[in-house]
């Protein structure tokens, strides 16, 4: 059967491949479309953190550091001050009504009123001048104790054990080893020093050094002072002055009466002991 020529059989093949290629290049203009905007999406992606690091790090050179959240805790730790006195406070010198102050505080509560009056020193009579121009150690003793010599001297007659001339109270056994190598200019070569405080010193050792020694000088802490007393081994009927190293104050800005456990020894030392031998000789309290 012959082809019907009148069919133009080669026009709708045309339009078959025109519709495919079209259909084909849509396609391939919705990929490079997708394509084009996927870069671009990725490129503001880029961009972003490019930014956000850029941000991150200033100008290139320095990391810029995040702010941490600070407690409230850590606020109060950063705000707290060694101490609130004032500086006018912490440079005034100790007086004799500051002594009888700590001791009125320190023995309201344990003695009648009646009898606490009995248990204070008397601020004209029973001290030394004050140590108002802040002189150094060897400096203010050389001052106040004008019959030092004379009183080592007699010291050195009498060979008295266990009963020095001079008694220094301090707060700690640091500041002790501190202040006798301040105090060595002042002391004649002869004198021999009784280190009586706790740090590295056994009682029974300093028991036994005073029992054979005759020392013109005794430095210590009260606790330890208190107990070398109690067992007889001290004896202060030979002292001319009781030194306490009143205005020294510890890293933190504390003085020997500001900490409690020196505080309380220091004023049982006082009442039991220092008062009764101020009132019955010639010694006199000085503050350091």
């Known amino acids: 059967m012959a082809d019907n020529l009148d069919d133009e059989w080669w026009v709708d093949e045309n339009n078959h491949d025109k519709s495919v290629s079209e259909s084909e290049g849509k396609e391939k203009v919705k990929i490079s479309k997708s394509k084009k905007e996927g870069k671009v999406s990725l490129d503001s992606e880029k961009k972003k953190k490019g930014a956000k690091r850029t941000a991150e790090v200033g100008d290139g050179k320095e990391p810029v550091k995040k702010k941490k959240k600070v407690s409230k805790n850590e606020k109060k730790k950063e705000r707290k001050r060694i101490t609130d006195e004032s500086p006018e406070t912490l440079t005034r010198p100790g007086m004799p009504e500051d002594v009888r102050a700590l001791m009125t505080k ?16 008397d601020s004209e009579n029973d001290f030394y001048p004050c140590n108002t121009e802040a002189l150094a150690p060897k400096d203010y003793l050389a001052s106040i104790l004008t019959k030092w010599k004379q009183a080592i001297k007699k010291s050195f007659f009498m060979k008295k054990t266990g009963s020095p001339c001079l008694l220094i109270v301090t707060s700690s056994a640091i500041r002790a080893v501190e202040l006798n190598r301040q105090i060595k200019d002042f002391l004649d070569s002869r004198c021999k020093v009784a280190k009586l405080f706790a740090k590295h010193l056994k009682v029974e050792e300093q028991v036994k050094f005073l029992s054979k020694t005759n020392c013109q000088v005794g430095i210590g802490t009260p606790g330890r002072l208190l107990l070398l007393i109690r067992q007889g081994a001290l004896q202060l009927e030979s002292l001319v002055a009781v030194v306490l190293d009143w205005n020294w104050r510890d890293s933190k800005l504390k003085r020997m009466s500001d900490i409690p456990e020196v505080r309380t020894d220091l004023v049982t030392l006082l009442k039991d002991y220092v008062i009764e031998t101020v009132q019955a000789s010639p010694c006199k309290l000085a503050l350091l």
């Open 106 to 121: 320190v023995l309201k509560d344990k003695v009648k009123d009646g009898l606490l009056e009995d248990c204070l020193l």
